[in-house]
């Protein structure tokens, strides 16, 4: 069983461009959770995707989007970078929305660096 | 808005000891409770998880307890071994909300051997 993979590892960007951060689930599962982890804190969730559609966001402003794909991989695009946008990004995995005990499986994330 | 609040920030334990980590929340919806294990440079990754209908959770040498009353729930790590130095984060999920997961601050757990 393939477990969760992010790409890239790390990535430098200037304020105010854009980056595409990339994620494939785990192998049978078909839910995508982003999550936005700050030096010294605690991940926060970005939003979820379901069979393609967004399932829910949190408290992130709209230039954070995302997309998922057939084969339920996915992206997280960040446009107008600022220097708070500087984190570690996690994706997660898990089989359906159905219920709050669907286990979340994590990548190692991508280190993003707002220059 | 705070909504799991967790502490202390850090903890040094002796090997050997006993490590105990603390999280209240707020919002009485919740019904997970899971404990995520994050190593540098890792994603984190779930150690034991509980339900609102029982007091105590145990596995292996991780222990869960849960007060419904108080809205607070624990992680006692018992003969604390220097590879569970990592830090620890309590975390906690809605049923109609598809399993996202809102996360305490972290513990940096230092065990010394």
């Known amino acids: 069983e393939t477990g969760v993979t992010q790409s890239p590892t790390h990535l430098i960007k200037t304020r105010g461009q854009q980056v595409t951060l990339r994620c494939s689930s785990q192998?049978?599962?078909?839910?995508v959770s982003w999550y936005q982890q700050a030096l010294g804190q605690g991940p926060q969730f970005i939003f979820q995707y379901y069979r393609e559609e967004e399932n829910g966001r949190g408290n992130f402003p709209p230039r954070f989007s995302g997309l998922q794909f057939p084969n339920y991989s996915s992206e997280l695009n960040v446009n107008a970078l600022e220097l708070d946008d500087s984190a570690l990004y996690l994706c997660?995995?898990?089989?359906?929305?159905?219920?709050?005990?669907?286990?979340?499986?994590f990548g190692p994330g991508t280190r993003l660096t707002v220059l | 808005q705070q909504q799991v609040k967790q502490s202390p920030q850090s903890l040094i334990v002796q090997k050997g000891g006993i490590s105990i980590i603390n999280c209240a929340y707020e919002?009485?919806?919740?019904?997970?409770f899971p404990w995520y294990q994050q190593f540098p440079g890792k994603g984190p990754a779930l150690l034991i998880a509980i339900r609102p209908d029982v007091s105590e959770k145990k596995e292996g040498r991780f222990t869960i307890s849960f007060n419904k009353s108080a809205k607070q729930f624990s992680l006692h790590i018992m003969d604390s071994q220097p590879g569970d130095s990592a830090t620890y984060f309590c975390a906690a999920s809605r049923y109609n909300q598809g399993g996202k997961l809102i996360f305490g601050q972290g513990t940096e757990l230092s065990v010394k051997p």
């Open positions: 997660a995995s898990s089989r359906g929305v159905d219920s709050s005990y669907n286990e979340q499986f």
């Open positions: 919002n009485t919806a919740f019904d997970y």
């Open positions: 192998s049978g599962h078909n839910t």
